[in-house]
T-cell receptor, first 115, second 116 residues
Framework: DTTVKQNPRYKLARVGKPVNLICSQT?????MYWYQKKPNQAPKLLLF???????READTFEKFQSSRPNNSFCSLYIGSAGLEYSAMYLC??????????????FGPGTRLTVL | AQKVTQTQTSISVMEKTTVTMDCVYE???????LFWYKQTASGEIVFLIRQDSYKKENATVGHYSLNFQKPKSSIGLIITATQIEDSAVYFC?????????????FGKGTSLTVIP
């Protein structure tokens, strides 16, 4: 099974409320990523886990949190959603050590709408 | 600053013809990796093809090939004998091999429509 799964596929949230998105993969990939994708924009890397080590981008450091309780699962947590968080959230994973040449396998995405 | 730039927002071609999508990138690393991904109508993003910067030969996979022009920092995607199902958004991406080791930089994408 070479798929990355994401739940839920669609999420509606109220401004100020928390949001938790889930990603899973059974390929035993060491590295898992979260991207934010808005229409007509490039996917933006938010953070990634290499094994149990979390790396967050400097400009999204305080806005997004994540956990990886085991190799297969990774969550993305927004403590207080704002309208600007409305976007597609894509999870991806890389095989092996996630070296620079390793391709990423993407999940189908979660479309988050904040009202 | 944009590290990966795709200047073509959308392209339309007739079925069974050849199309080239442009991509230019910016990096100071001596070693880097370039990728093309396809996003289908369902939203799924699928890896297509990769070029390692240290390889001189252009990568080819099926009816996808790359035109790697290192001096111009350019990595074009060529699709030959286009099919209706090639209609999608194509993303160019780069990963630097030394700095920003794990970062993937994506372009904004080029929407391809293949007309029957």
């Amino acid at each position: 099974d070479t798929t990355v799964k994401q739940n839920p596929r669609y999420k509606l949230a109220r401004v100020g409320k928390p949001v938790n998105l889930i990603c899973s993969q059974t390929m035993n990939h060491d590295t898992m990523y979260w991207y934010q994708k808005k229409p007509n924009q490039a996917p933006k890397l938010l953070l990634f886990y290499y094994d149990k080590i979390l790396n967050r981008e400097a400009d999204t450091f305080e806005k997004f949190q994540s956990s990886r309780p085991n190799n297969s699962f990774c969550s993305l947590y927004i403590g207080s959603a704002g309208l600007e968080y409305s976007a597609m959230y894509l999870c991806a994973s890389s095989p092996g050590l996630g070296g620079p040449g390793a391709e990423q396998f993407f999940g189908p995405g979660t479309r988050l709408t904040v009202l | 600053a944009q590290k990966v730039t795709q200047t073509q927002t959308s392209i339309s071609v007739m079925e069974k013809t050849t199309v080239t999508m442009d991509c230019v990138y910016e990096t100071q690393d001596s070693s880097y990796f370039l990728f093309w991904y396809k996003q289908t109508a369902s939203g799924e993003i699928v890896f297509l093809i990769r070029q390692d910067s240290y390889k001189k030969e252009n990568a080819t996979v099926g009816h996808y090939s790359l035109n790697f022009q290192k001096p111009k920092s350019s990595i074009g995607l060529i699709i030959t004998a286009t099919q209706i199902e090639d209609s999608a958004v194509y993303f160019c991406a780069m990963r630097e091999g030394v700095t920003g080791y794990q970062n993937f930089y994506f372009g904004k994408g080029t929407s391809l429509t293949v007309i029957p």
